[in-house]
């Protein structure tokens, strides 16, 4: 069983920028694929970024290419996710996932473990 625990939302202005952590209890955090999702009010949760288990792999949505940047650390069992110029459009929980493998990386039913979440809000 792994466990992830999400940290680092809040509120910001427009065009300002956060950093998510997601920490993970695991030993073999490094085998692991991570994503981030998020999932704002009345809408369905949505593929965001993932990072392959040697972070020598990233894809994002591209809605926020360019602006989104992911990142791990396995030696601190943590991945980030690096938020810059946000948009209100931004604003949604933010969680992060695991799973054992990088292919169809989008697909949310791939993903074995998640986070409880972190609001984030982007304020107009």
């Known amino acids: 069983q792994v466990q992830l625990a999400e940290v680092g939302g809040g509120l910001v202005q427009a065009g300002g920028s956060l950093r998510l952590s997601c920490a993970a209890s695991?030993?073999?955090?490094?085998?692991?694929?991570m994503g981030w999702f998020r999932q704002a009010p009345g809408k369905e949760r949505e593929f965001v970024a993932v990072i392959n288990w040697s972070g020598g792999a990233t894809n994002y949505a591209d809605s926020v290419k360019g602006r989104f940047t992911i990142t791990r650390d396995n030696a601190k069992n943590t991945v980030y996710l690096q938020m810059n110029s946000l948009k209100p459009e931004d604003t949604a929980v933010y969680y992060c996932?695991?799973?054992?493998?990088?292919?169809?990386?989008?697909?949310?039913?791939?993903?074995?473990?998640w986070g409880q979440g972190t609001q984030v809000t982007v304020s107009s």
């Open positions: 695991t030993r073999t955090f490094s085998s692991y694929t």
């Open positions: 996932a695991a799973r054992t493998y990088y292919s169809d990386y989008a697909n949310i039913n791939g993903y074995n473990y």
